[in-house]
């Protein structure tokens, strides 16, 4: 994605938003203005982002019953077999 910043500074624009257009188009590229100042764009900008990608998966229900998550190791602590050192 191609994003022409400083939408809220028209006047002292360097590049037209023509050629911005014909650049993303040749790289195949979406293209948007947006300002982070003011925010005009950015949630349309966000939107195009998300109807491009993939529809994820449903998550698949384990089978299995009980308790789920992962296990974390221990605390260091407790396996540590103790030192002959008395210093």
């Known amino acids: 994605m191609l ?8 006047s002292q624009r360097k590049t037209p ?4 257009e014909r650049f993303a188009q040749e790289e195949g590229l979406l293209f948007a203005e947006a300002s982070a100042k003011s925010g005009d764009g950015v949630e349309e900008l966000f939107m195009e ?4 990608l993939p529809l994820a998966p ?4 384990s089978s299995q019953s ?3 998550g992962v296990k974390v190791a221990g605390d260091q ?9 008395t210093c």
Request: hydrophobic residues 25%.
């Open 17 to 20: 938003r023509e050629m911005g």
């Open 3 to 10: 994003v022409g910043n400083k939408l809220d500074m028209e």
């Open 58 to 61: 449903p998550p698949q229900r």
């Open 49 to 52: 982002i998300a109807k491009k």
């Open 77 to 85: 602590e407790e396996n540590a077999t103790p030192s002959a050192c």
């Open 66 to 68: 009980g308790p789920r």
